[in-house]
């Protein structure tokens, strides 16, 4: 017994621990899946749009079973992105088991319409149709549940692999209701009636299915025999010739499709929009027999399922539905969920918006769109087509107004031109003049005023616009204005415009002077046609002379370089060895011209540089010293080491400074500063930004690691709103000149005058006020102020991001100089900010458009580098071309 006692204990006692043991490896889990929803809530909140973060939200409060934290964000997730098919069943099935009442099942009918208006899957519909059913058990009528049927047969019905599920479905639906009928003990012709009409509705659908090709369409045929074998009346049911036919056509068809079928369900899914494409070619293609709407929209839909990301996919199925469909409520919904799939795409925005001004949508309804779609873009190009989207709404509206109707009228026109405002600012900001370069806003807007509001003057201000934006030069541009000049203005105005043009343009004067020559011709007198002919032709010399200056120097240029590469090509033995040649004077010119130095006699020794030579010491690294050394840098160039030494002596024991030096013996504007401990190297730091030589010096700490080393400039690179960038400054001005010019409106708190190595200004200067207020008022004030024969530009800075120095370097083909401190232009027009191009948002328009001139990557080969960039009257050569320079001139 006691054996047997101890024996039943020990078994126990390895229970009660394999219990405790699963208790506790079920607390960590629960614990590790707290500790991930937080993280994910927290990275939800960062960023709202985070697929995969939802996705493994949801996943771990499924696993915690918190179901009102699960339905919320599963909210959250549906209002961001559509769900896919197998998402919205495990949501429904997750709510299906807590149903009770009527409301709640009723909430689950709404999400199974929530879910078929993301993806009209097959598989949502075998889920729904069963849920239908047994709400009719509840009270619902049946008619409400064939309504589902054929809601789901119009698409999914056609579904040639899994179609037949929803087609047997429906059967045996219709024939429980024949079998409730037939058990009823009651006999009466009513009765009789009933049973009649149910078998032919079976009948209906057996037809229906078999006249559509489908996977074991056989079978469906065989069971339908044997169904009317077992009825006497079953001539009267159906026309079996017609069936017959009917069947024998869709057995045809599938033997053509069942290829494309069998590679879809082998194939994988990043190579299945390939077949859907072919298989669409095949269903739309009229002499196969084909283009039936209803297949190729079970096809689309099908593909569409698999493939919800492709954009092309949905621009063809929305294209589809309206030439062949023309439902206007399906092309609709098809266009939002192609919204909700690909919001990158701008087309579909837009369609989106006429889809609803055209179902005569409300204002308020079309604004709303416009409000989510500008939250959707992060690039100016979308952003721009949005807002051009929305103005053309508010112009066929306007059309709609009479224009003797008074305040309608006038308010119109003002909300027109405030959203174009509101639109060309908004871009203006975020993107300088690179959010609309081409002024597609703007030449609308000039259009708008001159042939709608006859606001004339308007018409030209906004013109004025256009041209100081950068392209005064372009014909173009010129041509433009003076054909609306010359279709709604005046006589006046267009002599002054064509002299204007003709003297303005850079590209071709011809095509000015053409359309000048035609108005005189039918306006002018005959001294005012001769005048014209004789301006035009001047111009014209000058232009040609100029040009054929131009390409004389090009290529002459291009002849020396080409004798040079053909003299280096032509000698056989070029090598990088000294070429062993009789002729010591032919050698030498050679050396010369391919840029070798002559070597050196090995018996002579080469010069070395003392150590106590100024120019530089290489001094090794040592590791030891890293955590009690600071790199200062932005010193003036004539500051020494003893004064650096004597401002950051305070914080504790120096022990050396390294300042580094060019092979000239120059300083290099910076340097290394060991201390005798790590704390004070760590206080040194507060010391950032002290003046020495009225010049702010930097401190920071030394990493030896250049991979790891953090780079970029150390003044702010962001909008700064207290602080103005001025340029085009008089070389003359010092800093008491600025500060007697700006300290009127308000008080100064620093002033930066950018300068050269040597010390003399570039023209540039940042005048940095105490607050915004004061800074607006002085941009108001002095912006295109005339000092000294100068105009001046002033603008809010907002310094562009430097990119990482090596990768600018890396780019040989880069045709133009990225400019430190506000000037120029880079390649990549991403590179610019609003620096040297942006202004105040308080004027009516930025006035940058009447000073700035800009290059785009698109025009950058035509036009001179030296008119983008401030200050500069010559073209920054690339490494080759100042190479080619230096050897044509030897």
Not at 26 to 50: G, M, R, V, W, Y
Not at 113 to 125: C, F, H, K
Not at 175 to 201: G, Y
Request: with cysteine; hydrophobic share 30%.
């Amino acid at each position: 017994m006691d054996e047997d006692g101890g024996k039943g204990d020990i078994e126990m006692a390895s229970e009660i621990d394999s219990e405790n043991e699963t208790d506790s490896s079920d607390d960590e889990a629960k614990e590790n899946a707290l500790n991930k929803k937080k993280q994910l809530l927290e990275k939800i909140l960062n960023d709202k749009t985070d697929y995969c973060a939802y996705v493994e939200l949801i996943q771990v409060l499924s696993s915690l079973k918190e179901l009102e934290e699960l339905r919320s964000a599963r909210e959250n997730f549906n209002k961001e992105y559509p769900l896919s098919p197998e998402m919205w069943i495990s949501w429904i099935e997750d709510e299906k088991a807590i149903a009770c009442t009527n409301e709640e099942k009723q909430h689950i009918n709404t999400l199974f319409e929530r879910a078929l208006q993301d993806y009209s899957s097959i598989e949502i519909w075998l889920e729904f149709i069963p849920f239908s059913i047994e709400l009719m058990t509840e009270g619902n009528q049946i008619e409400s549940v064939r309504s589902v049927f054929e809601r789901a047969l119009s698409i999914c019905g056609f579904h040639v692999s899994k179609g037949s599920l929803l087609w047997k479905l429906y059967r045996e639906f219709e024939k429980d209701i024949l079998k409730s009928i037939t058990e009823s003990n009651e006999i009466s012709e009513e009765i009789e009636n009933m049973k009649f009409d149910q078998k032919r509705r079976i009948a209906e659908i057996f037809r229906r299915q078999l006249s559509i090709p489908l996977l074991e369409m056989e079978k469906t045929y065989q069971e339908l025999r044997l169904w009317l074998d077992d009825e006497e009346s079953s001539k009267k049911l159906l026309d079996m010739n017609s069936l017959e036919n009917s069947y024998k056509k869709a057995l045809e068809k599938l033997s053509r499709i069942l290829t494309f079928e069998e590679n879809l369900l082998c194939s994988e899914t990043d190579a299945s929009l390939q077949l859907y494409q072919t298989y669409l070619d095949f269903e739309k293609n009229p002499k196969e027999g084909g283009n039936d709407p209803f297949r190729v929209r079970c096809l689309y839909e099908r593909a569409l399922t698999e493939n919800p990301l492709n954009a092309s996919l949905w621009s063809d199925y929305i294209q589809y539905l309206t030439e062949f469909v023309k439902i206007p409520e399906d092309i609709m919904l098809t266009c939002y969920r192609a919204i909700r799939n690909c919001p990158g795409e701008v087309k579909f925005w837009s369609h989106y918006m006429i889809l609803m001004e055209r179902s005569n949508k409300s204002k308020t309804d079309i604004k709303e769109l416009l409000e989510k779609a500008l939250q959707t873009f992060a690039e100016a190009k979308g952003i721009k087509s949005v807002w051009l989207s929305y103005i053309y709404y508010l112009k066929r509206q306007l059309s709609l107004i009479s224009s003797d109707s008074g305040d309608q009228w006038e308010n119109a026109i003002k909300e027109i031109r405030d959203i174009i405002y509101m639109a060309y600012n908004n871009l203006c900001s975020y993107y300088g003049l690179d959010g609309d370069y081409e002024c597609e806003l703007l030449l609308w807007w000039a259009r708008f005023e001159a042939e709608t509001t006859k606001d004339l003057e308007r018409f030209r201000k906004i013109w004025t616009d256009i041209l100081n934006t950068g392209h005064n030069k372009s014909s173009y541009y010129w041509l433009k204005y003076i054909n609306m000049e010359w279709q709604y203005g005046d006589t006046k105005h267009m002599r002054k415009l064509c002299p204007r043009a003709l003297a303005a343009i850079s590209d071709s004067p011809k095509s000015v002077a053409a359309v000048w020559l035609e108005f005189e011709s039918h306006n002018g007198s005959l001294d005012s046609f001769l005048n014209c002919q004789k301006i035009c032709e001047e111009r014209i010399k000058k232009y040609s002379e100029e040009k054929k200056k131009q390409n004389v120097q090009f290529d002459e240029k291009n002849k020396k370089i080409s004798s040079k590469s053909e003299l280096i090509k032509g000698n056989k033995n070029f090598t990088n060895k000294p070429i062993k040649t009789n002729n010591i004077e032919q050698d030498n010119v050679q050396r010369k011209i391919i840029g070798f130095k002559k070597k050196e006699s090995p018996e002579k020794p080469k010069k070395v540089t003392p150590a106590s030579d100024i120019t530089g010491t290489f001094v090794s690294h040592d590791s030891s010293k890293d955590d009690r050394t600071v790199f200062v840098s932005n010193l003036d160039y004539t500051v020494t080491e003893d004064d650096v030494i004597k401002i950051l002596n305070s914080i504790g024991k120096i022990e050396e400074f390294r300042l580094v030096r060019d092979f000239k013996g120059r300083s290099k504007g910076y340097g290394y500063l060991v201390f005798s401990s790590k704390k004070e190297a760590r206080e040194s730091l507060k010391l950032d930004r002290t003046p020495i030589n009225q010049r702010p010096i930097f401190i920071s700490e030394c990493d030896p690691d250049k991979q790891s080393r953090k780079t970029g400039l150390r003044f702010n690179t962001g909008i700064e709103k207290n602080k103005l960038f001025v340029k085009g400054l008089p070389l003359t001005l010092n800093k008491n000149d600025l500060e007697k010019l700006f300290s009127p409106y308000g008080v100064l708190k620093d002033i930066r005058l950018v300068t050269y190595r040597n010390g003399h200004s570039k023209g540039l200067a940042y005048i940095e006020f105490e607050n915004e207020k004061a800074a607006e008022i002085a941009l108001l004030k002095t912006d295109g102020s005339i000092i000294e024969d100068k105009t001046i530009s002033v603008a809010i800075s907002n310094p562009p991001e430097r990119k990482n120095e090596t990768s600018l370097l890396s780019n040989k083909d880069s045709s133009i100089a990225v400019v430190a401190l506000g000037g120029g232009t880079g390649k990549d027009k991403n590179e610019l900010g609003l620096r040297g191009r942006g202004r105040t948002q308080l004027s009516f328009l930025p006035r940058v458009l009447s000073t700035t001139n800009k290059i785009s990557t698109s025009n950058a080969e035509k036009m001179d580098i030296s008119e983008s960039l401030p200050n500069s009257n010559k073209k920054t050569l690339s490494n080759e071309e100042f190479r080619n320079m230096l050897f044509s001139n030897k």
